[in-house]
């Protein structure tokens, strides 16, 4: 198949541990030599070059194409990413680029791709494979099948690839450093990209604020909030795994201030940092062990739930109940603070959610002055304007 490929070199810098990163997109030399010295670090070229290669079969042929036109459209973003100090994007959006239910990403020196709803075919994936080999010379990808309903990773992996798959890597992100492993206990990657967004802007906010961040996850909103100067950081999860990798990414970057994290149901926290309490009996049963908190507000709070869960202590339901959190959210925000809020299911329209959020923040007491919305970038497309993922930066 012979095309043009628009392919533009990316982010270069000195690794730690690790020796120099793969190269970045393009087509020809390898670029290793690139990484020789620090000087030689953020450079970002761009070339054009006529591509030869064998025809893959004629039914990939079309996937093919919407991988490199995805690809030639980021060229862009990729550069400006680059010179921010960032390795980490996605590559095809398959839900509105023309695979649906297919996503490719670079998390630094590996691709990850994902399959969900229904199978790649090995053929289709092997000719991705050669695409990418080309496109980005000495970056493994590595396929997660999640088609099944639950959406846990079903393909199995030769030894050498569980090798590759389970490597301990980094990656950076608006010079912020995150680890990264396509296989892990998990079954999502441990950073989300879509929500770069709400990390760009909650680095702009954070500036000697205090921040709490809810439903941490692996604490990039956390990570990022001391990177930028936060005086005080709380990352929340009830999950120890994900707090570990945290802990990781905190210990990677050189931060100012010594980070806090907290395993704990969200509700159970929020309701003590609040001042609402939480009790240690409910209706005649006593709730499972839960860390004490005393009563403090935020200057700026992250909410970033699920989209449905249920625990002892509460239930996340991101369509029908989002205000059962966003009241201890609220009364948890200092007064004139920030609450940064999340909503990831499709389903829900925006100005319905935002609608139902000041609504609920009025009868709490606490009035919104002033949202703003936060665009996912342009690596996640939303031609119709209505991302799946909405985040809305309230003034309180």
């Known amino acids: 198949m012979t095309r043009f490929l628009q392919i533009y070199d990316s982010l270069s810098y000195p690794q730690r541990n690790s020796g120099p990163p793969a190269c970045a997109p393009r087509i020809g030399k390898a670029r290793s030599e690139a990484y020789s010295r620090p000087s030689d670090s953020y450079r970002v070229r761009s070339r054009v070059r006529h591509a030869t290669r064998a ?3 004629l039914m990939h042929t079309a996937l093919l194409a919407r991988i490199d036109a995805a690809l030639s459209v980021r060229a862009p973003l990729i550069a400006q990413l680059a010179a921010e100090e960032t390795d980490a994007y996605r590559l095809f959006h398959g839900s509105v680029e023309g695979e649906a239910g297919l996503t490719i990403d670079r998390y630094g020196s590996a691709l990850l791709a994902q399959t969900f709803h229904r ?3 090995a053929d289709a994936f092997a000719a991705i494979q050669a695409f990418y080999a080309e496109a980005f010379p000495g970056l493994p990808l ?3 099948d999640r088609s099944p309903a639950n959406s846990r990773i079903v393909n199995a992996l030769t030894p050498e690839q569980i090798e590759i798959a389970q490597q301990a890597r980094e990656f950076r992100e608006l010079g912020v450093r995150y680890r990264f492993q396509a296989r892990h206990e998990g079954q999502d990657p441990w950073l989300f990209l879509d929500l770069r967004a709400g990390r760009r802007r909650v680095m702009q906010e954070a500036a000697g604020k205090s921040v709490l961040n809810v439903f941490a996850y692996t604490c990039g909103i ?3 909030a001391a990177r930028a100067g936060a005086r005080h950081v709380v ?8 707090l570990a990798v945290g802990k990781d990414n905190a210990r990677l970057n050189d931060l100012p201030i010594r980070v806090r994290f907290v395993k704990s149901d969200a509700f159970a926290a929020l309701r003590q940092l609040s001042g609402l309490g939480q009790p240690k009996m409910v209706r005649g049963k006593r709730m499972p062990p839960f860390p004490e908190l005393e009563p403090h507000q935020f200057d700026l709070v992250f909410l970033d739930p699920p989209r449905y869960a249920r625990s002892p202590f509460g239930v996340v ?3 029908k109940d989002y205000p059962a959190l966003l009241k201890p959210a609220l ?3 200092a007064e004139g603070g920030t609450l940064i809020c999340c909503n990831n299911v499709a389903q829900v329209k925006r100005d319905d959610w935002i609608d139902q959020l000041q609504r609920s ?3 709490a007491g606490r009035p919104i002055r002033e949202v703003e919305w936060i665009e996912p970038e342009s690596d996640f497309p939303s031609p119709d304007g209505n991302p799946p993922l909405k985040i809305a930066l309230l003034r309180v």
């Not at 990352?235 to 795994?241: G, H």
């Open 317 to 319: 339901d991101l369509v």
């Open 361 to 363: 923040a009025a009868k």
């Open 119 to 121: 199978s790649l075919e």
């Open 142 to 144: 590595i396929l997660n």
């Open 331 to 333: 009364l948890s925000t």
């Open 235 to 242: 990352n929340v999860d009830f999950s120890e795994s994900s």
């Open 222 to 224: 956390g990570i990022a």
């Open 55 to 57: 025809s893959p079969p």
